[in-house]
Nanobody
Framework: VQLQASGGGLVQPGGSLTLSCAASGRTFSTNTLGWFRQAPGKEREFVGNIRLSGNMKNYAGSVKGRFTISRDNAKNTVYLQMSSLKPEDTAVYYC????????????????????WGQGTLVTVSS
């Protein structure tokens, strides 16, 4: 499977932005899609994930209630809808795919993901 992340850009604090992660290739082998981010000078961190079987979702505490993951099966695309954005949300956002059907704690581990997209930059600034 290949992943293409897009939708990043500059947004003001309090604003909204939606990122897309389009999958192609052997998409039937994917059971979990995750979103991660890496802020300047910091390590990459878990943002959220969707387990495709059962449509179960999980979010990091820092984004819960502000970010929502959704999917469009017809387009093989997963979205990260971000609202009430803060300057600390500034980062390169990555989507990642796993063959595993990951539960909460496992989904936060980067080494459980097999394929990564190229990242898209989100800058929250006035």
């Amino acid at each position: 499977v290949q992943l293409q992340a897009s939708g990043g850009g500059l947004v003001q604090p309090g604003g909204s932005l939606t990122l897309s992660c389009a999958a192609s290739g052997r998409t039937f082998s994917t059971n979990t899609l995750g979103w991660f981010r890496q802020a300047p000078g910091k390590e990459r961190e878990f943002v959220g994930n969707i387990r495709l079987s059962g449509n179960m979702k999980n979010y990091a505490g820092s984004v819960k209630g502000r970010f929502t993951i959704s999917r469009d099966n017809a387009k093989n695309t997963v979205y990260l809808q971000m609202s009430s954005l803060k300057p600390e949300d500034t980062a390169v956002y990555y989507c990642a795919a796993s063959r595993l059907s990951l539960i909460t704690s496992e989904a936060r581990r980067e080494d459980n993901y097999d394929v990564w997209g190229q990242g898209t930059l989100v800058t929250v600034s006035s």
